[in-house]
């Protein structure tokens, strides 16, 4: 007879909480609705219908169903693994690291209390205990719905409600049972945000790693109905390099050259009038980080996205609430960040003293994007070394790049384009700034120019030991590669991303899949 199959023999279970955004169209007859569409791969899925009964269109949450056995078994292993598990380590760690850490832990367990499970039961139950360990417990699976924009739970033994990009408000069919759940729910969430919730502090504003926007609180006043929550998701969905080319912002050649800079790190700024389309772009050049890299970004407000694991977004916060308790600024946040010891770090826009400590950061090897609000190379450079920001010429010259972005009008369209590319030659005394300016956009003919050498190519050559028509050939490759990918209307944000990762990679198969030489 064959040997009996030992948990510690089950394969690996994939969870993925990330899986494709499906196309859904607007219908208009309420009556018609009836879409259902994954959210955690493979375990959890919404059905989106019209309720007769209800009379109104309701939004089903799908998760595997336990039997009591599994239910009494999910119970003891989460009861034991609360115990074992170290959540900072769990914090830190990459999602790779974590699945394997619950598989292992789980199985061990399984063994150690005699707990027998069938493969169909481990994999249900692994589900229940990465969606609690690694997420948000049962509103996880709304948190990965693209389409919800917020969610709201006013108290327990009532429905939480969300916000669906398409179909608007609805009723879902989670429901907090008792008040000890949702104020442990509460908990966590402020955890998450990195603050703390209490009776005394019965109020919670903050922002979860995602960015997503938390408002919660914590009372047991007779009068309400216990605890509540907010989260305002943040959704939204950058514009990819391929399609910056579609809209004519920028040439291939361009977006080449900023990812070779971005590869090498070299330090960019993207200079711009308001809503010249400067965050745009620097969400667009961030595609171009290489798939390994750990990326901090610090922003005010919460505006970049990237589709990618190794990200440690941060938005700084004014004092807001209860006894202007949780305000961070700019300067603190990136001091902490450098802590981290990112290679990349990307400042949504430099205004004030952060800029020093950010100079500070390039200056010794950290790579950093950012962008600046001014008219002109002239006007950046003033802008840096005047109060409030002043830095010294000497720090100035971590700069590699200037990408200027400005709106024109072309045949009597408003558009955005990427006006220059400056290189920063060297930052003198006196704001004497020498640049060269490898690319320029012409307005007569709206037409991109490729006008120059490129001088940090030669800073590259020396640098990383790379032939001038090595680097070329390479510039040359990757423009048509994305001239290829927007040809062929390459445009969603994960597709590009996994394209572009994939270059890092294997860049001879990627060449020829889109038939570049
Ligand atoms: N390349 C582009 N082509 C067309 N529209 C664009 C482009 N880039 C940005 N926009 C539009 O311009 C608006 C402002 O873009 P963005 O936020 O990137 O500009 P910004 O310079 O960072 O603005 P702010 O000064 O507010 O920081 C957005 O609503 C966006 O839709
Ligand atoms: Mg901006």
């Known amino acids: 007879m064959a040997k009996k199959i030992g948990i510690l023999d089950y394969p690996m279970v994939s969870v993925d909480f990330t899986p494709r955004i499906p196309p859904i169209k607007k219908i208009n007859d309420k009556t018609k609705i009836d879409i259902r569409y994954c959210l955690i791969s493979p375990f959890a899925y919404v059905h989106i219908y019209w309720d007769p009964k209800e009379y109104e269109v309701v ?3 799908e998760e595997p169903i336990l039997t009591k056995e599994e239910d009494i078994a999910r119970d003891k292993v989460v009861k034991a ?44 139950i692994y589900y229940y205990l990465v969606r609690d360990f690694m997420g948000f417990n049962e509103v996880e699976p709304l948190l990965r719905d693209y389409f919800v924009e917020d969610i709201e739970c006013n108290g327990a033994n009532t429905p939480v409600y969300l916000v669906h990009r398409i179909f608007r408000n609805l009723k879902t069919n989670l429901v907090f049972n008792d008040n000890e759940s949702l104020e442990s729910f509460v908990e966590k969430l ?3 945000c990195g603050k703390y919730i209490s009776y005394a502090e019965p109020i919670l504003d903050g922002s979860l790693p995602d960015g997503s926007r938390v408002n919660a609180t914590y009372t047991k006043d007779v009068t309400s109905k216990g605890p509540t929550f907010t989260i305002r998701k943040f959704t939204k969905t ?8 579609s809209f004519n912002t920028l040439s291939p050649e361009m977006l080449a050259y900023l990812w070779l800079l971005v590869q090498y790190k070299m330090n960019l700024l993207v200079v711009g009038g308001t809503a010249s389309g400067k965050t745009t772009l620097l969400n667009a050049i961030a595609f171009f980080i290489p798939p390994e890299a750990r990326v901090v970004s610090i922003e005010d407000t919460r505006e970049l996205n990237l589709p990618r694991d190794n990200w440690l977004p941060s938005v700084a916060r004014s004092a807001t609430g209860v006894k202007g308790l949780g305000e961070i600024d700019m300067f603190e946040l990136l001091r902490a960040s450098f802590r981290q010891n990112p290679d990349y770090v990307i400042v949504g826009e ?9 100079f500070q950061g390039m200056a010794s090897g950290h790579s950093s994007i950012s962008t600046i609000h001014a008219d002109s190379i002239e006007t950046v450079i003033k802008r840096l070394e005047t109060p409030p920001i002043e830095l010294s010429p000497t720090l100035l010259n971590v700069l590699d790049s200037m990408c200027v972005m400005t709106h024109a009008i072309v045949r009597n369209q408003e558009t955005r384009k990427l006006r220059e590319i400056v290189e920063v030659v060297n930052i003198g005394e006196n704001d004497v700034a020498l640049t060269n300016t490898p690319f320029m956009w012409d307005s007569s003919e709206d037409k991109f120019y490729f006008k120059k050498e490129s001088r940090l190519f030669q800073k590259i050559y020396h640098r990383y030991g790379i032939t001038p028509e090595q680097l070329s050939a390479e510039f040359r490759r990757r423009a048509e590669l994305l001239y290829r990918l ?11 991303q996994d394209i572009i990762n994939e270059y890092y990679k294997k860049p001879e198969e990627v060449l020829a899949k889109f038939g570049v030489n």
Do not use: C, H
Request: proline fraction near 4%.
């Open 59 to 61: 939004y089903e949450i």
């Open 81 to 124: 693994m609360r115990n074992m598990i170290n959540f900072k380590e769990i914090i830190g760690g990459s999602n790779e690291t974590l699945f394997e850490y619950i598989d292992k832990r789980f199985k061990l367990l399984a063994i150690e209390m005699g707990i027998e499970l069938t493969y169909e039961s481990y994999k249900k």
């Open 190 to 192: 402020a955890q998450r």
């Open 238 to 245: 950058p514009w990819t390099p391929p399609q910056l080319i």
């Open 350 to 358: 430099v205004r004030g003293k952060e800029a020093s400590v950010l």
């Open 486 to 496: 927007y040809q062929r209307k390459i445009f969603g944000f994960r597709e590009v």
